[in-house]
């Protein structure tokens, strides 16, 4: 079975400063990994994915992972932080099971952006 | 763009009421899921279904049933509402493993069910 933990539930960071999110997996198979963002009342958008091949990886609103396999972790990165980017994020993996597929989400990180 | 809808963005119900969470999806996807939202816990996964008339339990069934009659279309139902299923209820929606994408999930905006 997988897991996903995501380090700090809460992370603070100053507008124009590095954002770094950190989250952790187990999985006794190749998995796939997932970043999510949540807006306040609204649903999760996908932010970037690692499948297979190059791994780092790039997503929207400028925001970019690294998968690393011998360290278990798929950290999220932006290197400047915008107002705009103040959300709950959301690290997920992903296994092939039979009939299809399912994620498993970590708890969240909400990040706070101050001026 | 894949589009999932949720019928309420708001639900407030008495305890004991019966109660239809609806979600539609509009790209043909074989795979829905439904999720409960919490605070501190992240998404836990209620059921899941692979194709028409096929359901399958998540990690939190318990309360819980669903109906999947059309393809586009997957129901959650709270046969007798309590307290503690106040909750964000999201539902999902993934196309289906043999387009060989990577599972990544399209989700609707969210019901935010009140149960007093």
């Known amino acids: 079975a997988q897991s996903v933990t995501q380090l700090g539930s809460h992370v603070s960071v100053s507008e124009g400063a590095l954002v770094l999110l950190r989250c952790n997996y187990s999985?006794?198979?190749?998995?796939?990994l997932f970043w999510y963002v949540q807006y306040p009342n609204q649903g999760l958008q996908l932010l970037l994915k690692?499948?297979?091949?190059?791994?780092l990886v790039k997503g929207i609103n400028g925001f970019e992972a690294e998968f690393k396999k011998s360290e278990t972790s798929f950290h999220l990165t932006k290197p400047s932080a915008h107002m705009s980017d103040a959300a709950e994020y959301f690290c997920?993996?992903?296994?092939?099971?039979?009939?299809?597929?399912?994620?498993?989400f970590g708890e969240g990180t909400q990040l706070t952006v101050n001026p | 763009d894949v589009k999932v809808t949720q019928s309420s963005r708001y639900l407030v119900k008495r305890t004991g009421e019966k109660v239809f969470l609806e979600c539609v999806q509009d790209m043909d996807h074989e795979n829905m899921f439904w999720y409960r939202q919490d605070p501190g816990l992240g998404l836990r996964l209620i059921y899941f279904?692979?194709?028409?008339?096929?359901?399958e339990k998540g990690d939190i069934p318990e309360g819980y049933s669903v109906s999947r009659e059309k393809k586009e279309r997957f129901s959650l139902i709270l046969e007798s509402a309590s307290t503690n299923q106040t909750s964000m209820y999201l539902c999902?929606?993934?196309?289906?493993?043999?387009?060989?994408?990577?599972?990544?999930?399209?989700f609707g905006p969210g019901t935010r069910l009140t149960v007093t």
């Open positions: 997920a993996v992903s296994v092939r099971e039979t009939s299809g597929s399912r994620l498993t």
């Open positions: 999902a929606s993934s196309p289906p493993l043999r387009t060989g994408g990577a599972y990544e999930q399209y």
């Open positions: 279904s692979y194709d028409v008339k096929m359901k």
């Open positions: 999985s006794s198979v190749p998995p796939y």
């Open positions: 690692y499948t297979t091949g190059a791994t």
